[in-house]
């Protein structure tokens, strides 16, 4: 698997599970849709990635850890609450952005070794 293509289900999973989110809850919030954005903006960069757009894939590398590290609270209150559904859209959203982040590394580190092959 190439990186653009981890972000791309990433960008998707960020989308997808938060409006599952907000329109299944009984009292929807609107916080509940904040990783939607970055799913969204993801979704934007994917081409750039898939160019090797240097810029835009940094872009993409930082959103994806900002996301990442911001949904360890939502999976702690959901865990706390013992909602099974919660941690489930949560884990997956957690899950496609560490896979995204090794791809994105591993690409890094491929065109690293190129370009001094390359010198």
């Known amino acids: 698997m190439k990186a653009h293509q981890t972000n791309l289900i990433n960008a998707?999973?960020?989308?997808?599970?938060p409006l599952w989110s907000y329109f299944t809850s009984i009292n929807p919030s609107p916080?509940?849709?904040i990783p939607l954005v970055f799913g969204v903006v993801l979704l934007?960069?994917?081409?750039?990635?898939?160019?090797?757009n240097?810029?835009?894939?940094?872009a993409a590398v930082v959103l994806t850890l900002i996301a990442l590290i911001a949904l360890f609270k939502p999976l702690s209150g959901a865990m706390e609450r013992a909602d099974n559904m919660a941690v489930l859209r949560v884990g997956i959203m957690i899950l496609t952005g560490v896979a995204s982040m090794v791809f994105f590394i591993k690409s890094f580190r491929?065109?690293?070794?190129?370009?001094?092959?390359?010198?």
């Open 54 to 58: 240097k810029s835009q894939a940094h």
């Open 110 to 119: 491929d065109a690293r070794i190129a370009r001094q092959k390359k010198a």
């Open 12 to 17: 998707i999973a960020l989308i997808i599970m």
């Open 31 to 33: 916080t509940a849709l």
């Open 44 to 52: 934007a960069l994917n081409n750039g990635v898939k160019l090797e």
